[in-house]
């Protein structure tokens, strides 16, 4: 993941003269066997690291290689006394995510007593992985001023529904003269909600997925509370139009629906 702001200034001067237009990101290695190397090249997906659970499951690291710049090697004198005098250490850089593996006899375990987790057999691609990646719940505290100019929290949950191809759903809390809003979006489609009246449809592109892992990896780098210096304003208006707008499955939440553009 990426490091803190302490962890990127203590970073050798070296380190950041050679890497001063990359994105600097922690890394721990993994022992595996060649065969899982070869799965990785091949875009496959591998199982590692098993670790008990508290019941009658375990957990496991569900990894895949990144697209670009994944694989890198060099050699240097093995530090056993064995027979081989020289290691060619080959490395891997993979996404990863954590999976829950029932144990024989016991096909709940991981419904039961991990829900937060995908089951380890449902991960079978880079897509399936992704989509297993993003939490399925991030809770932020966003800063914002009240009208005597007095600093104020805002409330905001990200709701990540894995299902059918994902969809999002995020919460705002009534706050100054604004309502309780909702937002329940999917790749193509948004229903906005504000207060208790009907729903408004958008067409949008606005991808789920992304939002919850973008949402997750702010909160890890700028921590619960979002300042006011961290945030930029975006006023935009809803124009009515006279489409009939079809609204089905997750997203399908209101009683009465119109529809608009931005």
């Known amino acids: 993941g990426p490091l803190t702001k302490n962890e990127e ?3 050798h001067s070296d380190i950041k003269s050679r890497c001063s237009n990359s994105n600097v990101e922690r890394y721990v290695e993994m022992p595996v066997t060649k065969e899982q190397t070869e799965d990785l090249k091949n875009g496959k997906i591998i199982l590692v690291g098993s670790k008990s659970g ?3 499951c375990e957990l496991l690291t569900a990894a895949t290689r990144r697209k670009y710049n994944s694989s890198g090697c060099w050699r240097w004198p093995n530090p056993d006394t064995s027979v081989k ?3 060619h250490h080959i490395i891997t850089s993979v996404i990863h995510v954590t999976c829950c593996r029932n144990l024989p006899g016991f096909p709940n375990c991981c419904e039961d007593d991990y829900p937060e987790y995908c089951e380890c057999e449902d991960i079978v691609d880079a897509i399936t992985l992704n989509q297993c990646r993003a939490p399925i719940r991030t809770e932020i505290v966003a800063e914002d001023l009240a009208e005597n100019g007095t600093t104020i929290s805002v409330k905001q949950v990200f709701s ?3 299902d059918n191809g994902g969809s999002m759903k995020i919460d705002v809390e009534a706050h100054n003269d ?3 809003s909702t937002m329940n979006f999917n790749d193509t489609t948004t229903v906005l909600q504000r207060g208790d009246g009907p729903c408004t449809v958008i067409n949008t592109g606005i991808p ?3 939002i919850a892992l973008d949402a997750a990896e702010i909160k890890k780098a700028h921590g619960e509370q979002i300042s006011l210096y961290d945030q930029t304003r975006q006023d935009v208006v809803l124009v009515s139009s006279e489409e009939v707008p079809e609204v089905s499955g997750e997203l399908d939440t209101c009683q009465n629906y119109t529809s608009a553009t931005f």
């Open 208 to 210: 789920p997925l992304q």
């Open 160 to 162: 990540y529904n894995r």
């Open 9 to 11: 200034n203590a970073l």
């Open 85 to 87: 005098i020289w290691v």
């Open 178 to 180: 604004y309502e309780k």
């Open 54 to 56: 508290r019941s009658n």
